[in-house]
């Protein structure tokens, strides 16, 4: 456990590729952080309301570029929360373990000119993991985010 939360605090996604298992490792392996790469920011269609003729292919352009910065600046906060990351709780269940490890609030840089909305306010996240022993290794087989 300690090897894999050393790891998850720095998203080396070398050292935690190998204990993970099962459809745990597809998760891990479809998270954009543990490439060292930022969350993507999706955003809706861009309207060109703009009076001075510019056309829409340029806008989106724009919008694209945007948002490729935007990514960049938010990566930083990203790599800062799950460094923040503790251990809650952790213990044997059976012949497995369980621990629980929590990420504080996500930390929203200003950027000016640039109005960020959330579906849901950035808050801590509690993910809980479950291991198990197999050939002689521990790995993390199933995780779940709090809800």
Do not use: C
């Given at each position: ?25 597809e998760l891990f392996e479809a998270s954009e952080l543990f490439e060292g790469r930022a969350p993507k920011i999706e955003i809706g269609k861009v309207r060109n ?99």
């Amino acid at each position: 456990m300690y090897t894999y939360v050393e790891a998850f605090k720095n998203l080396d996604a070398n050292a935690m590729r190998p204990l993970v298992t099962g459809t745990a490792r597809e998760l891990f392996e479809a998270s954009e952080l543990f490439e060292g790469r930022a969350p993507k920011i999706e955003i809706g269609k861009v309207r060109n309301e703009a009076s001075d003729g510019t056309p829409d292919e340029v806008v989106e352009e724009m919008a694209e570029e945007m948002t490729r910065q935007l990514e960049q600046q938010l990566l930083d906060p990203y790599r800062k929360m799950y460094s923040q990351t503790e251990v809650v709780s952790g213990g044997y269940v059976g012949d497995e373990f369980h621990f629980q490890l929590r990420k504080p609030a996500l930390e929203i840089p200003e950027i000016p000119d640039v109005e960020l909305n959330f579906s849901s306010p950035p808050s801590p996240t509690d993910t809980f993991f479950k291991m198990r022993k197999e050939n002689g290794a521990w790995l993390i087989y199933e995780y779940a985010y709090a809800h």
